[in-house]
């Protein structure tokens, strides 16, 4: 327990995550950047096609992905929230900085995607059934906490994002399961924990490599924007001018 | 822990608690409305409005397609399996309109029929290759996930 804490806290030390980060910045960069070539290189050129959809059904490559990330990148950043409304710790507010306005274009991502695979498939771009507007809240979500930190005093935006972002928490299980507790247009899930998945290894397997490089993106892309982050906080520091000073000769 | 944070984690997660119970109510409560089509059973059981715009979902019964030779105007009947409700629409259907595919229909009820103006089409969650679909249909079982 005691090492668990002592993880906690040094994370929660500045010079630490700039430096500690680079590392697995580094690391989450190549390895998504190879994992979504062999995805959809995979998925795009050599997986079967789908006996009704025919090709249209490929958009799952990008859409699946994206929409599992907007909800993981809240639920993450919701985690961030809770860190900082009991334990305020600082640099959970960076996290949920770096982290806003990239769930925002994530979410926005997989509604677009769906939408184009809607029109084909379905017949429409847009209904608004239980899934597409738990989506679209989730949206909303991200937006408002991107809205809400300019909109208030800077000693209490923090937390009041925070607390906005904790209590939207609530979404997330509604958009897993608006699917089975309400007739929807939108169809069930396709992969499962507990079952097999609905569909052959040759389609499912490019799919979950592509999920998983969308992950590793992700945390790049927050790590980069957290690190930045971090850098213009604590442009005063000694360690921070020490960073600047070897890396750019200032 | 020590408590003062202990008693900070207490209230976030009672108040993220409390608004979840509310918020549960609610859909619950308008679980009706949120629910995107009634299904045949509801419309034969009078659930179903008449005179307003709702929607109709359910499987397109097998040879219950009927087109009409001069016109696009088709009719056709859809089933939860429990009830069968016909549905006549003038217009193109979607790709993946076939017997036996879900759809969903937007229109308004006349006399136990929907006049609908839009059809669109619901794919399930399964998805496969056209060779393994066409071996399925020649089994009389319908294990999908057996490979």
Same mark, same amino acid.
């Given at each position: 327990?005691?090492?668990?804490? !002592?993880?906690?806290?040094?994370?929660?030390?500045?010079?630490?995550?700039f430096?500690?980060?680079?590392?697995?910045?580094?690391?989450? @960069?190549?390895?998504?950047?190879?994992?979504l070539? /062999?995805?959809?290189?995979?998925?795009?050129?050599?997986?079967?096609?789908?006996y !009704?959809?025919?090709?249209?059904?490929?958009?799952?490559?990008?859409h699946?992905?994206?929409?599992?990330?907007?909800?993981?990148?809240?639920?993450?950043?919701?985690?961030?929230?809770?860190?900082?409304l009991?334990?305020?710790?600082?640099?959970? %507010?960076?996290?949920? !900085?770096?982290?806003?306005p990239?769930?925002?274009?994530?979410?926005?991502?997989?509604?677009?995607?769906?939408?184009?695979?809607?029109?084909?498939?379905w @017949?429409?771009?847009w209904?608004?059934?239980?899934?597409?507007?738990?989506?679209?809240? &989730?949206?909303? /979500?991200?937006?408002?906490g991107?809205?809400?930190?300019?909109? &208030?005093?800077? %000693?209490?935006?923090?937390?009041?994002?925070?607390?906005? &972002?904790?209590?939207?928490?609530?979404?997330?299980?509604?958009?897993?399961?608006?699917?089975?507790?309400?007739?929807?247009?939108? !169809?069930?899930?396709?992969?499962? /924990?507990?079952?097999?998945?609905a569909?052959?290894?040759?389609?499912?397997?490019?799919?979950?490599?592509s999920?998983?490089a969308?992950?590793?993106?992700?945390?790049?892309?927050?790590?980069?924007r957290?690190?930045?982050?971090?850098?213009?906080?604590?442009?005063?520091?000694?360690?921070?001018?020490?960073?600047?000073?070897?890396?750019?000769?200032? | 822990? =020590?408590?003062?944070?202990?008693?900070?984690?207490?209230?976030?997660?009672?108040?993220? +608690?409390?608004?979840?119970?509310?918020?549960?109510?609610?859909?619950?409560?308008?679980?009706? =409305?949120?629910?995107? +089509?009634?299904?045949?059973?509801?419309?034969?059981?009078?659930?179903?409005?008449?005179?307003?715009?709702?929607?109709?979902?359910?499987?397109?019964?097998?040879?219950?397609?009927?087109?009409?030779?001069?016109?696009?105007?088709?009719? +056709? $009947?859809?089933?939860?399996?429990?009830?069968?409700?016909?549905?006549?629409?003038?217009?193109?259907?979607?790709?993946? +309109?076939?017997?036996?595919?879900?759809?969903?229909?937007?229109? $308004?009820? $006349? =006399?136990?029929?929907?006049?609908?103006?839009?059809?669109?089409?619901?794919?399930?969650? $399964?998805?496969?290759?056209?060779e393994?679909?066409?071996?399925?249909? =020649?089994?009389?079982?319908?294990?999908?996930?057996?490979?």
């Amino acid at each position: 327990m005691a090492r668990t804490w !002592q993880w906690f806290h040094r994370w929660g030390s500045p010079p630490h995550v700039f430096h500690a980060g680079r590392q697995w910045q580094l690391g989450f @960069g190549v390895a998504g950047f190879a994992l979504l070539m /062999l995805g959809w290189v995979w998925g795009l050129a050599f997986a079967p096609v789908d006996y !009704q959809q025919g090709n249209s059904y490929r958009i799952i490559f990008l859409h699946v992905p994206v929409a599992f990330l907007a909800q993981s990148l809240y639920m993450a950043m919701a985690a961030a929230g809770l860190v900082l409304l009991v334990w305020k710790m600082k640099i959970a %507010d960076l996290v949920i !900085q770096a982290t806003l306005p990239i769930g925002a274009v994530i979410t926005f991502l997989a509604l677009v995607t769906g939408a184009i695979w809607g029109k084909p498939t379905w @017949g429409t771009y847009w209904v608004w059934d239980a899934r597409l507007t738990s989506m679209l809240i &989730l949206l909303f /979500l991200y937006l408002g906490g991107m809205a809400l930190r300019p909109a &208030l005093p800077s %000693d209490v935006a923090g937390r009041a994002v925070a607390l906005l &972002l904790v209590v939207g928490v609530i979404n997330i299980p509604i958009i897993k399961y608006s699917v089975e507790w309400w007739n929807t247009l939108h !169809q069930g899930a396709t992969l499962k /924990l507990t079952e097999r998945p609905a569909m052959p290894a040759s389609m499912w397997v490019p799919l979950v490599i592509s999920i998983l490089a969308m992950y590793c993106l992700a945390g790049f892309w927050v790590l980069q924007r957290l690190r930045t982050l971090l850098l213009l906080r604590e442009s005063k520091a000694k360690w921070a001018r020490e960073w600047v000073g070897e890396k750019y000769g200032l | 822990m =020590n408590p003062a944070r202990k008693q900070k984690l207490t209230l976030v997660l009672l108040g993220v +608690f409390g608004v979840s119970v509310a918020i549960g109510l609610t859909l619950y409560a308008l679980s009706n =409305n949120i629910n995107l +089509f009634y299904p045949p059973e509801k419309v034969v059981a009078g659930e179903a409005p008449e005179g307003t715009t709702i929607r109709v979902g359910g499987m397109v019964v097998d040879d219950s397609v009927v087109r009409a030779s001069d016109s696009l105007k088709v009719s +056709f $009947q859809v089933t939860d399996y429990a009830e069968k409700v016909t549905i006549k629409y003038e217009g193109i259907l979607p790709d993946l +309109f076939r017997e036996g595919q879900g759809i969903v229909a937007e229109g $308004q009820l $006349q =006399n136990g029929v929907l006049m609908a103006d839009v059809v669109l089409a619901k794919h399930d969650e $399964q998805y496969m290759p056209p060779e393994i679909a066409e071996t399925l249909k =020649n089994k009389p079982t319908d294990e999908v996930s057996t490979y």
